[in-house]
């Protein structure tokens, strides 16, 4: 939102896909940088992943809507397949293209806004590429609030740099995005979650 015009359709729109209905919305301030989930497990394991909301690259052949086809016929992961819905097809319109436009190479076409991974969203896994500053505070907010299994959510410009901000901690977390990430090192943090649960089994 950057103007006092966008606020009220802003609002409605979160009340029409809200899965309750309470009559209110959460207002946040938006940050910059791009979302990284960061998981730790039994206060000294660190895994990571950042989340790239659905795109296509122009190839200068291809329609965005057959970029959008190749892209998910490659996917192991179907829920991770990118929709050309109305929501879609919105980002296209930003953009001044639709779904038979054709990009130029190398062009960056963004489809969404999301980076939940089964919106579509890319799921690179950086845990050999994060900063110790990143590691160090997301073991420490592990071990503050005691948690075994630990979901912590950073926005930052390069995590390999700084941790940027926290704007989520998850108990529950999610492990397939580290289990089979789009991009990158499939992690075994089943085999950690065991390890953990299980100690006298550990071989190593």
Do not use: Y
């Not at 980002?91 to 999301?114: A, M, Y």
């Not at 390069?158 to 940027?164: A, L, N, R, W």
């Amino acid at each position: 939102i950057t103007s006092v015009e966008q606020i009220a359709p802003a609002i409605a729109s979160a009340m029409e896909h809200a899965p309750t209905k309470h009559g209110r919305v959460v207002v946040q301030r938006w940050l910059p940088g791009d979302d990284n989930r960061i998981l730790v497990i039994d206060k000294r394991h660190v895994f990571g992943v950042k989340r790239v909301p659905a795109h296509v690259i122009g190839d200068g052949v291809r329609s965005v809507s057959k970029l959008v086809a190749a892209w998910n016929a490659a996917l192991t992961e179907s829920v991770r397949r990118i929709r050309l819905d109305e929501r879609a097809n919105g980002f296209l319109k930003e953009q001044d293209l639709t779904p038979q436009s054709v990009p130029g190479t190398g062009d960056f076409i963004r489809l969404s806004d999301l980076s939940n991974a089964h919106q579509g969203a890319v799921v690179v896994d950086t845990t050999d590429t994060l900063c110790d500053s990143v590691r160090e505070l997301a073991i420490g907010i592990a071990r503050d609030f005691d948690c075994g299994v630990l979901g912590i959510d950073f926005l930052s410009e390069d995590i390999s740099k700084t941790p940027g901000k926290i704007i989520e901690l998850n108990p529950s977390p999610g492990l397939r995005m580290h289990l089979s990430p789009t991009v990158g090192t499939p992690r075994d943090v089943t085999g950690a979650i065991l390890d953990m649960l299980f100690p006298e089994t550990v071989t190593d």
